[in-house]
């Protein structure tokens, strides 16, 4: 027994002398911040014209403790898409407020429509009582800005079908109250998550974008028409979303946008891999360089649609 003892204290003694191994620390986190494969174009675009607009969004900069921490919780949360509750299966018009937005040729019952904050004011000019979806950015509910106030004014005793609250950091009682003191009702109501906004985009882009400066932010209105084309719309026609506009249609404060440049980047690369994405306003279509929707694209979109039903069996 004593012999057993004392080569037990021998084997301790020597596990204790061993060196510990210990894994070099790799900074640049290569295994976390690694690009995911580019999707397949539908589109002969050349990969130099989508890198252009995709390296905002994928160029790592030096270590960032912000950009690692929301990374880190978004494979720790594996967040999921949100899905609308009927795949659209037609064109969808995402509406902003900027100035100058057009209704697009040949609109009609074909379309679902998409608002975004107090945008329902140019829909409902153009006899659209009741949008399909609605984006509101969280600070729109109780914020005291001026235009926040005017959202609430203009959206005062409106509907929508499906509302949307952009990152809601409170309980959803709070919410609701929020939202019935300016009168504003929906049929459904849900709230997307940063998270749940990244796997939106990694979704339809292939990118993993953590928003952590104002070089890789984007706007609701780009958001909104991510949600389309993850969910089934056949092309977007956006109207009233200009990157390059100041101020907001339903008010006078002449407010700068902030994603102006990412919001560009962003409708560029959709359209680069391959999604219709048009724009109803002419000004736009200049200043971007995305096409014109008109009553000869509808028309070609259609023809489009139509072989494609015959080719699937």
Not at 49 to 73: A, D, G, I, P
Not at 124 to 140: A, E, H, L, N, S
Not at 146 to 175: F, I, Q
Not at 200 to 216: C, I, M, P, Q, R
Request: with cysteine.
């Amino acid at each position: 027994m004593d012999r057993i003892y004392v080569q037990l204290r021998r084997n301790d003694a020597a596990r204790r002398r061993m060196p510990i191994r210990i894994r070099p620390f790799r900074s640049d986190f290569a295994w976390f911040a690694r690009e995911p494969p580019t999707p397949k174009r539908r589109c002969d675009t050349s990969a130099t014209e989508v890198n252009s607009h995709m390296q905002r969004f994928v160029l790592e900069k030096r270590f960032n403790t912000k950009r690692f921490l929301r990374k880190l919780h978004y494979h720790l949360l594996c967040p999921k898409v949100p899905v609308h509750p009927e795949p659209f299966k037609g064109p969808v018009l995402v509406v902003g407020s900027a100035p100058g937005s057009h209704l697009p040729e040949g609109f009609d019952d074909r379309f679902r429509v998409i608002t975004v904050n107090g945008s329902q004011s140019v829909t409902k000019r153009w006899g659209i009582p009741v949008p399909d979806v609605t984006f509101m950015q969280f600070r729109q509910v109780y914020g005291m800005n001026e235009n926040a106030r005017e959202v609430r004014r203009v959206l005062n005793g409106e509907r929508t079908r499906l509302l949307y609250v952009m990152r809601w950091p409170e309980s959803r009682r709070r919410l609701t109250v929020g939202l019935n003191a300016f009168n504003y009702s929906y049929d459904r109501l849900q709230t997307i998550s940063r998270y749940e906004r990244m796997a939106l985009f990694k979704k339809a882009t292939g990118v993993l974008n953590s928003e952590d400066d104002l070089d890789t932010k984007f706007s609701n209105g780009v958001t909104a028409v991510l949600y389309a084309l993850t969910n089934g719309a056949t092309c977007v026609v956006i109207s009233g979303i200009d990157p390059a506009s100041t101020g907001h249609v339903y008010n006078a404060l002449e407010l700068t946008r902030h994603h102006s440049q990412s919001d560009r980047d962003i409708l560029l690369l959709l359209s680069a891999r391959g999604h219709e994405i048009y724009t109803a306003d002419p000004d736009v279509a200049v200043a971007t360089g995305l096409p014109l929707w008109t009553e000869k694209t509808l028309a070609a979109h259609l023809a489009s649609k139509a072989a494609t039903a015959i080719q699937i069996p």
